[in-house]
């Protein structure tokens, strides 16, 4: 089955500074990745998606980058809030199931 | 846009409690909807697929007898966690995937605390 990895588990980051992070999947039936912010306690929200016949997509500051041949997507924060602090996932959905990533702790500093 | 409704947002019980958490989407109609679950700090796992008028597909590791999901109808399905012992404690999350679309986001709910005592 599908596996998602995603590095790293933690992340830094002083205000306006950049912030990317990295995930692999190994289902080559893969073909759409999404990409979550979670907040203490409440529900997974969509920022960002892309789908296996796009190579990048940007929604202002976010942009993700998917590279189907390696396997790798990748999501790219610019210009960093403290309001962007947050647990963000990485998911790849073969056949419908949203297999997710290990998750990433963003911590932006004012 | 797609809502979905989970019920409830938590629950505090004593151990061997049987618990249902109802999952409803409210403007759409869902034949596919997925139960998760997440340990504190850690990430989402998929526990089971639930189809409209279907048996439910569990994931490996998951009991079903110990986790029953019904989806009787196109908005509404339904975990019922069994005689819930501590270690079942855990946030448990619902999202729904509208009609029979694929790569589509997956609409998730506001998710329920459990707590076993």
């Known amino acids: 089955g599908e596996n998602v990895e995603q590095h790293p ?8 500074d950049s912030a990317v992070i990295k995930c692999t999947y190994s289902d080559s039936a893969s073909n759409y990745f999404p990409w979550y912010k979670q907040e ?3 529900r997974p929200q969509l920022i960002i998606d892309i789908r296996s016949n796009v190579g990048e997509k940007k929604d202002q500051r976010i942009a993700v980058t998917l590279n189907k041949t390696a396997k790798h997507f990748s999501l790219h924060i610019t210009e960093t ?3 962007d602090s947050a647990v963000y996932f990485c998911a790849a959905q073969p056949n419908d199931k949203l297999i997710f990533g290990t998750g990433t ?6 | 846009g797609a809502v979905v409704s989970q019920h409830p947002s938590r629950v505090i019980c004593k151990s061997g409690t049987s618990v249902k958490i109802e999952c409803r989407s409210l403007d759409f109609q869902a034949t ?8 504190p700090k850690q990430s989402l796992m998929l526990m089971a697929t639930s189809n409209e008028g279907s048996k439910a597909t569990y994931e490996q590791g998951v009991e079903k007898d110990k986790f029953l999901i019904n989806h009787a109808s196109l908005t509404l399905s339904t975990l019922t966690v069994t005689s819930a012992h501590p270690e079942d404690s855990s946030f448990y999350i619902c999202s729904a995937l509208p009609g029979s679309s694929s790569n589509q986001p997956q609409h998730f709910g506001d998710g329920t605390r459990l707590s076993i005592l």
């Open chain 1, 9 to 16: 588990s933690t992340l830094s980051v002083q205000e306006g």
């Open chain 1, 105 to 110: 702790r963003l911590q932006v500093f004012p």
């Open chain 1, 81 to 83: 809030q403290p309001e």
């Open chain 1, 40 to 42: 203490l306690g409440k």
């Open chain 2, 32 to 39: 596919t909807m997925f139960w998760y679950r997440q340990f």
